[in-house]
């Protein structure tokens, strides 16, 4: 590349993003390092989506063990560990903190774990005080859980801690109605808290498909957890047995064993020298870039939730590819498609989504057509769950292409990765009513729609 500067690319933050564009770049035969202060894999690896689904795996053999009774099995003195179970977990984060690391190593990308600040045009200062220099620079530092300012909020959790808390809490309040709040709350309910979510509007999920919202909110009302709507903290007091008593606004004061925030996340941006070099922000704190990921500043780019385009992990990856492919690539430079992108809330049961919602489709298209399935799975209908399964797909009423679908049940998520390749590659309704139906499958009701 070229001798002028110390590196081709300085990445800091070695999260998902990060590692993928530093990996690529790398093999495009840049001279790579990337800092991290914390631990490499990011939120994802380390505190976020990949350890959480491993606590959803392990909540779901609470049913599971229910209702093997109806197919034949006797269960005798079953018991849970919570501590086992969290500790296996972390043991196995670290495993993929390791093999994110030999990643690197193997692409020869220098590894820095210390803090890094930019501090100059094509400079970055490490916390040992050592200076480097960069042509590239490249920010992928993520986000953090956003905590309310209120009295008494340092005594509350967030996803950050749920994962090495001592105990599973007898009464949990989880603030926030988003993915982690529900996602959370179906965890901790299959593994006997009380859970209680509290949210500051009248509405779960927003973003998703009013139908599985409303279909989620019932389900998890019969499953036990309590909601209240249109409520925030007034304060949280510490008490001397450890509980926590909480005043939300219109509702008595309550004694809780933990409260856990989930409202949001922050993009990561403080102390990284940004405004000294002139990187301009959004109003929530988020680096502003453009299509290819560059911000206002010509060699100093940023990709993954900080800069709150879309805070989901493959997201973050696709973006550091194009970014690495682009910079450092033979090929022409090329940006990632934010449209159409799928994803999925690991509740109990899980929510998968691509595409339009019928509210929106109605919006942007106006003439559609809505085919459902509203179904009662065949494993609830042998253990007597009442439990119904719900798939939407939404259509060009005129164009007969599909815009959208959506689904809650068994499985959705691993279901849905197949059906968003379709609604990507703009097929049909008469392409899946072509398809013949693997039976019996719930994925069949996807191409028996009528």
């Known amino acids: 590349m070229t001798a002028e500067y110390d590196y081709d690319l300085f990445t800091i933050g070695a999260g998902s993003g990060g590692v993928r564009a530093s990996r690529v770049a790398a093999a495009h035969g840049a001279r790579v390092a990337v800092a991290e202060e914390y631990r490499v894999g990011g939120t994802c690896v380390i505190r976020g989506c990949v350890p959480k689904k491993m606590l959803v795996y392990g909540a779901h053999f609470a049913e599971d063990l229910e209702d093997a009774k109806s197919f034949g099995w006797s269960i005798e003195g079953k018991s849970f560990d919570w501590v086992k179970l969290r500790d296996h977990v972390q043991k196995d984060v670290d495993r993929l903190e390791g093999l994110y690391g030999e990643t690197l190593g193997n692409h020869k990308v220098e590894v820095i774990r210390e803090r890094a600040e930019i501090t100059g045009e094509h400079e970055i200062t490490l916390a040992s005080g050592r200076k480097v220099t960069a042509k590239h ?152 870039v453009d299509a290819f990921s560059k911000t206002n500043v010509d060699h100093i780019y940023a990709v993954g939730d900080v800069t709150d385009r879309v805070q989901l992990t493959p997201v973050a990856i696709r973006e550091g590819q194009a970014f690495a492919d682009s910079v450092f690539g033979p090929g022409e430079p090329y940006a990632v498609d934010h449209s159409c992108i799928p994803s999925a809330v690991f509740s109990h049961p899980p929510i998968a989504s691509v595409g339009m919602t019928e509210g929106e489709a109605r919006n942007r298209i106006g003439n559609i057509r809505v085919f459902q399935s509203d179904f009662r799975p065949m494993k609830n209908v042998v253990a007597g769950r009442n439990e119904r399964g719900l798939y939407k797909m939404i259509t060009n009423a005129q164009t007969g292409q599909i815009v959208g679908v959506h689904m809650i049940g068994p499985e959705s998520p691993e279901i849905m990765q197949a059906a968003a390749v379709a609604v990507k590659a703009g097929l049909t309704k008469a392409d899946f009513d072509a398809t013949t139906a693997i039976h019996p499958t719930m994925a069949e009701e996807l191409v028996l729609l009528r």
């Open 137 to 288: 620079i490249l920010v992928a530092t993520g986000a953090r859980p956003h905590v309310p300012d209120f009295p008494g909020n340092e005594h509350a959790i967030t996803s950050n801690e749920a994962f090495h808390l001592d105990e599973v809490p007898r009464r949990i309040l989880i603030a926030g109605g988003g993915y982690i709040a529900n996602e959370f709350a179906g965890i901790f309910n299959e593994f006997g808290s009380k859970v209680t979510i509290a949210n500051r509007s009248d509405v779960i999920l927003r973003g998703y498909d009013e139908a599985l919202r409303d279909r989620l909110l019932q389900i998890s009302l019969i499953k036990g957890i309590e909601f209240c709507f249109n409520t925030q903290f007034e304060w949280i007091e510490k008490q001397e047995d450890g509980t926590l008593k909480v005043k939300m606004t219109g509702e008595d004061e309550r004694i809780y064993d933990q409260v856990m925030i989930a409202t949001g996340r922050v993009p990561n941006t403080e102390g990284l020298g940004l405004e000294t070099v002139g990187v301009e922000l959004g109003e929530n704190g988020q680096i502003k």
